[in-house]
């Protein structure tokens, strides 16, 4: 059984930065995907960026990439999302994601089989 844990989420203005982070229990196999998704209001949830804690491979949505970095501390059992330059856009609920399946799209957030529970991220203009 795999748990995961957000922290990190909080009230910032635009251009600002936030490091959200994921711990999650259970042993590594049961997590070798992991990703970040988000959901702002009205919205679905969409796929921000993941990444094989195996091999390192990383993976973003377009929007986001050059500003957001996903990382991954296999000693920690956590994982990393480094967000800079935040955009009033940016506003929405993160969630954690884990699968130990074959290769989970970031686009189909149904192919995740573990979630974390959320944390708001608020960016001001």
């Known amino acids: 059984h795999v748990q995961l844990v957000e922290s990190g989420g909080d009230s910032v203005e635009a251009g600002g930065s936030l490091r959200l982070s994921c711990l999650a229990s259970g042993p590594p196999y049961t997590h070798k995907y992991m990703a970040w998704f988000r959901r702002a209001p009205g919205n679905a949830r969409e796929g921000v960026a993941a990444i094989d804690t195996g091999d390192g491979s990383t993976y973003y949505l377009n929007s986001v990439e050059g500003r957001y970095t996903i990382s991954h501390d296999n000693a920690k059992n956590t994982l990393y999302l480094q967000m800079n330059s935040l955009k009033p856009e940016d506003t929405a609920i993160y969630y954690c994601?884990?699968?130990?399946?074959?290769?989970?799209?970031?686009?189909?957030?149904?192919?995740?089989?573990?979630w974390g529970q959320g944390t708001q991220v608020t960016v001001s203009s």
């Open positions: 994601a884990a699968d130990r399946g074959v290769c989970p799209q970031l686009s189909r957030p149904e192919d995740w089989i573990y």
